[in-house]
């Protein structure tokens, strides 16, 4: 039996609840969870402490408000950065979560038989919303003749959303996003290209990382866990994944999943 945490805070302004993040999170005792694979609990609490600490910077400043005082300029911009740092941690903590979840040595996987071109159609209706208010034009192939076959619907279906989520967002407005699904042989390919942002040279080496950012990525909000659990859930099928990039002219990933 594994050791269980529950991370749990609630945001309080004038009494009221405004907030709350919530992570459950299962610790691994075994030296494996130290390896590239997997997360470590310290590592998670280190990368909530910023955002948390930025929290309660915000709402001690709230808290020289005086009763009746009139919410100005620079008190909107601090809730609105208080709202802001809670959404990123609630991100992080959720990807956290999955990446726990999706780990190599932890995770268990549940076989059957699913139609993946399905799951591409479900993660781009999640996405068109996003993509819509940047005017990302995206696009959708799959082979007519790809059929199901069996692979974990959850796990693949958060792996897919990781690829197509940040193709949207590391997109500029009026850029575009395609989805490419074929059967190659004994295996699967889907190619998610974008006309994005790109990732430099110097950083290719580290995207598979815990936690990492590029260098090129400005504000745009993340945890830096979507490619590491990309990663262990197409290791997870006996798959592979491929990434090319070239900074300020997009990206081409394509994940390779054997058809058994």
């Not at 408000?65 to 950065?81: A, P, Q, S």
């Not at 059929?147 to 197509?164: E, H, S, W, Y």
């Amino acid at each position: 039996m594994n050791p269980e945490l529950l991370i749990s805070f609630s945001i309080f302004f004038s009494g009221i609840v405004i907030g709350c993040v919530i992570a459950y999170l299962s610790i691994r005792k075994d030296a494996k969870d130290r390896g590239d694979s997997n997360l470590t609990i310290e590592a998670i609490i280190h990368e909530l402490r910023t955002p948390l600490t930025g929290i309660n910077w915000i709402f001690n400043s709230l808290l020289d408000l005086k009763h009746g005082d009139v919410i100005n300029d620079d008190i909107e911009t601090l809730i609105k950065e208080g709202v802001k740092k809670i959404s990123n941690a609630i991100v992080l903590s959720n990807d956290a979560l999955a990446a726990l979840n999706t780990s190599i040595d932890y995770a268990s996987y549940k076989f059957e038989k699913n139609d993946l071109v399905k799951v591409i159609n479900k993660v781009i209706d999640e996405n068109s919303l996003g993509a819509r208010e940047k005017s990302i034009h995206v696009t959708f192939e799959a082979d007519k003749e790809f059929q199901p076959f069996a692979f974990d619907g959850i796990k693949m279906t958060l792996a897919v959303r990781n690829l197509v989520s940040n193709a949207v967002k590391y997109t500029p407005a009026g850029g575009s996003v395609s989805v490419v699904a074929r059967r190659n042989g004994r295996q699967a390919e889907v190619v998610v290209s974008d006309t994005g942002i790109g990732i430099p040279q110097a950083d290719m080496g580290k995207i598979f990382g815990k936690f990492f950012r590029a260098k090129n990525i400005g504000d745009v909000s993340g945890s830096g866990l979507g490619l590491f659990i990309v990663r262990n859930i197409i290791s997870g099928h006996g798959g592979r994944i491929d990434i090319q990039s070239n900074e300020g002219h997009g990206t081409k990933v394509t994940i390779f999943i054997p058809i058994k």
